[in-house]
């Protein structure tokens, strides 16, 4: 009889190199991961500001955006649109910054939208390739309304299950969220894949649920390292072709 395999044994078997045969299910953040290489939403709020010439400090910048952020959550119908959502939250972000200049947080917007769905719509044969290996499915902290904002982005075929923090009452890294999903796809957390951009939430919450995990790093250097030793890092989710296909 072969040795019980200790939790020690678990937790690096989950954080070992992925290859295209470990996994039946493949999961992935949404803001930051399928609409961004790797730049969260804050990020790119922040500077499509200062490129409208809105130049704010971050100190004042930063906690209005999480004001905005925090306003959204539930608070929106799940009927919202993608542009809806987006108008919602940078208007949100430039009446609490103050801003003279309304017209500001129209162009943002504008940025901002076109730019997550030309990411996506790049995204979109690399999905349409996963999907027929593998079971998909998204693991987001948003507001409510994830399922019309996917159907908006031309993606939700693509993915079995959407798991939309703001309805079921759970965020990231809570275990409990990524567990959802995985009950949705009927697959265990040893034989699924998670890809996200933030450490403390993505990475952090595969790991605790024993989920290979791979982060999106992002084109720019980071300080950061991965959080577990031997992790896939990746600076596009182009480069996921070359691991998971």
């Not at 954080?15 to 953040?29: I, P, R």
């Not at 079995?160 to 959802?180: C, N, Y």
């Amino acid at each position: 009889m072969g040795s019980i395999p200790t939790a020690s044994t678990k937790s690096q078997r989950a954080h070992s190199s992925v290859t295209a045969n470990d996994s039946a299910a493949v999961l992935f953040d949404f803001g930051g991961t399928l609409d961004a290489d790797g730049l969260p939403w804050k990020e790119r709020v922040f500077r499509l500001f200062r490129e409208e010439g809105a130049v704010v400090a971050r100190e004042r910048f930063d906690p209005s955006f999480y004001a905005a952020d925090d306003a959204l959550v539930g608070a929106i119908p799940a009927t919202s649109s993608f542009q809806e959502t987006v108008a919602r939250l940078v208007t949100g972000v430039a009446v609490l910054l103050e801003l003279p200049d309304r017209s500001i947080a129209d162009r943002v917007t504008r940025r901002f939208l076109g730019d997550a769905l030309t990411t996506i719509a790049g995204n979109v044969p690399l999905l349409s390739e996963l999907a027929r290996r593998y079971r998909l499915g998204i693991v987001s902290n948003f507001y409510g309304n994830l399922t019309r904002v996917c159907d908006d982005a031309g993606i939700r075929s693509f993915f079995g299950a959407l798991v939309d923090s703001a309805e079921v009452g759970w965020t990231k890294p809570d275990p409990r969220i990524f567990q959802r999903a995985l009950g949705a796809l009927g697959v265990s957390a040893s034989a699924a894949t998670f890809i996200g951009d933030s450490l403390p939430r993505d990475m952090a919450g595969a790991r605790a649920v024993g989920m290979r995990h791979i982060w999106l790093a992002g084109a720019e250097p980071s300080a950061d390292g991965p959080c577990c030793r031997g992790d896939r890092q990746i600076r596009s989710l182009r480069e996921l072709e070359a691991i998971l296909l």
